[in-house]
């Protein structure tokens, strides 16, 4: 069983940044991608990155080129760096791992792919 817990979240103004950290135990060998989501009030769970486990990324159209997902393998940890963030952003965030072989090469970004989720750290983005 792979237990994920979230941290980092917080409030900051449009057009600051957050870094989100995810920390991984009970780590399996077959989790083959970890993404990070979002989920805002009143809203469907959105696929925000993912990432494989050999570094392959996958960006949600919205946060290309303002959010980079990263992984420190060694910490077992997953990280998402936020910048220019907008009051849009605003929402709970949520880190997850897949575990099916057939994601090995491209990380999904759909809720259904993932079997296993942290709490959620919350983020508002005031403008």
């Known amino acids: 069983q792979v237990q994920l817990v979230e941290s980092g979240g917080g409030s900051v103004q449009a057009g600051g940044s957050l870094r989100l950290s995810c920390a991984a135990s009970g780590y399996s060998s077959s989790i083959y991608c970890m993404g990070w989501f979002r989920q805002a009030p009143g809203k469907e769970r959105e696929g925000v990155a993912s990432?494989?486990?050999?570094?392959?990324?996958r960006y949600a159209d919205s946060v290309k080129g303002r959010f980079t997902i990263s992984q420190d393998n060694a910490k077992n940890t997953l990280y998402l760096q936020m910048d220019s963030l907008k009051s849009e952003d605003t929402a709970m965030y949520y880190c997850?791992?897949?575990?099916?072989?057939?994601?090995?090469?491209?990380?999904?970004?759909?809720?259904?792919?993932?079997?296993?989720w942290g709490q959620g750290t919350q983020v508002t983005v005031s403008s």
């Open positions: 990432i494989t486990s050999d570094g392959t990324t």
């Open positions: 997850a791992a897949c575990s099916q072989y057939q994601y090995y090469y491209y990380p999904p970004i759909g809720v259904a792919q993932y079997n296993y």
